[in-house]
């Protein structure tokens, strides 16, 4: 069995609110390996995004280590968190926020920019075609669906060719059949490309299409079990 | 997609803030740099038009320095007379490269102007001058040619009717090589005026000096009719060599003689400079305050900016940028809008600067010739890098704030 490519121990995300400590995540141990599709399912305020955010290194835990692609990523600073971040791991938010003033290539390409890799128009439209949106290069955000604008958020996170890839509820806005096409794009990458994918939903039906199901609630993993995707290569536990 | 491109196309997102917020940076850019072209060009001006005098001193009879200035500058009205002696005297100084004797007399146009409603034009400036001496004082000048102005030539020094006339006195009487021209003038001593006739004998080219006003005749003619035989109102001198110390000695020799005042060219650029000296503070203040504000308009649009795209810059941080990206991409926007006020501010000012000059010279009489506004590729040069620090500056806070957004909160509260 490989190693995890992401290994979280006593995982926990408390914040003060007023005189009150909420437990947002309150002592997660969690291996997830390389390829694997992993859903996290639960309701709200279960924990999910704050989860995946702390799986994103977009946040810090209050305790408990975290390592990511062999690196502890714990008590790390803002800029370094950045630079875990940059070609392991590609985003895929609920409301999308694609550039508005940039075509659907510039949104995509975006990321380059910032890891100053040069732009590869090949390259684009290499993602854009596995998104299924090798027409749509020249248009804008506005010009667009909302299947087709998170189909971009994902071209944009695969642009970099990451690891692993973290999508925080990217169904919320869309409706079933846009749904099922997300999924099935990231069945696909999980697939043939190998991935690592991380997503939260509210659909349970969704859910339990990938390789994994966890469910959280109160800030625990409540349960773990298999989806119908590809055999389940891990173990979770909940403390 | 580089940062530039980013920056124009974030601006682009609101076009009528951005334009507002151009447009105020603009408008103090060009009153900032109208204001620096004024000051250039008055001094300028100022040097031009001393310059063109061919003389850096000159020995007058005692009076306000102000009227000094305007004396040199203009050919001007409040004439005080010295006796010729002081000329003989003068002329002696070592010191003295060339030295030109000059006696100006005011002549009222009887019957020969062809505007006789404007009344202030009924009166024209003689001047009576020794060639020889003028002209080693003033080698550019040359006479006009073409139809009706060939043949000109300098009058004789013994003819008591012989006159040429300056570019801008011959155009405004319609005056040719050859014509007549009648003045009336009171003689010192007498009531009644005298008509005299004169023969124009040449036309000069224009000098843009007080030269293009004036009508010269010979000097002890003009001496003879204004009844003043003895007598000069300037004695217009080159020296050696000019500095303060060398003026300073040369002052010092002469103003031992009564009634004589001694005025270097330095003391008149002061006067005429002082004399509009207050008039630039205010103006100067005012640029301060229109670039103050504006400024303050550019940290406003850029904040707002910034808060309206608090999600998107979390999710830049979440795509890779570091603090450092965003710091530079805000603060981009910030240098793009200066640069682009100060690009479209330097434009206007360059374009409106005939207006300007036409205001200015409305409002003030300067009593320099020539354009008094200069606009020229070094001050551009300077506006746009002061926009470029303006904005240094003023984008400053925007995109500390920007860059310091922890990308988990700024996702949120874009959210």
Known sequence: MNAPIIQARGLKRHYQRGSETVKALDGVDLDIYPGEMVSILGPSGSGKTTLVNLLSCLDVPTAGTLVLAEKPVTNLSEDRLADIRRGTLGFIFQKFHLIPTLTVAENVELPLMFLKRPVDRAATQGVLKQVGLEGRAAHLPRELSGGEMQRVAVARALIVQPKILIADEPTGNLDKANGDAIFKLFRKLSVEQGLTLIITTHNLALGHEADRVITLEDGRILREEPGRGKPALSRASSR | MRYLSLACKNLLRRPIRSLLTISGVALAVAVAVSLGGFNVGYRNAINGSIEKLGYQVMVMAKGCPYE????????????????????????????????????????????????????????????????????????????????????????????????????????????????????????????????????????LQRTGTQDDGTIFMPLSTAQEIFGRPKALTIIGIKLKTFGAASLREFEGRWLKLPEVQVVSLEQVKGTLVSLVGSAQVMIGAVAMIAVVVAVIGVVNTILMSVYERTGEIGIMKALGAYRSDIFRLIWLETLVICLAGAVAGSLLAFLAASLVEAAIKALINLGVQGSIVAIGPAMIGWALLGSVALGFFAGLYPAWRAASMRPIDAIREGE
């Open chain 2, 68 to 203: 000094a200035a305007t004396m040199m500058m203009k050919g001007g009205t409040g004439l005080l007379y010295l006796p010729q002696e002081v000329y003989e005297t003068v002329k002696s100084d070592p010191d003295i490269q060339s030295i030109t004797p000059i006696f100006v007399g005011i002549a009222q146009k009887e019957g020969s102007g062809i505007r006789e409603d404007e009344a202030v034009k009924s009166f024209s400036i003689l001047s009576g001058i020794e060639v020889p001496s003028f002209k080693v004082m003033k080698p550019w000048i040359s006479f006009k040619s073409g139809a009706g102005y060939d043949g000109g030539r300098w009058f004789d020094p013994k003819s008591t009717d012989e006159i040429v006339m300056g570019f801008e006195v011959a155009q405004f009487e319609q005056r040719k090589v050859g014509d007549t021209f009648y003045a009336s003038i009171v003689p010192n001593g007498k009531t009644q005026p005298v008509l005299h006739t004169f023969k124009v004998v040449g036309v």
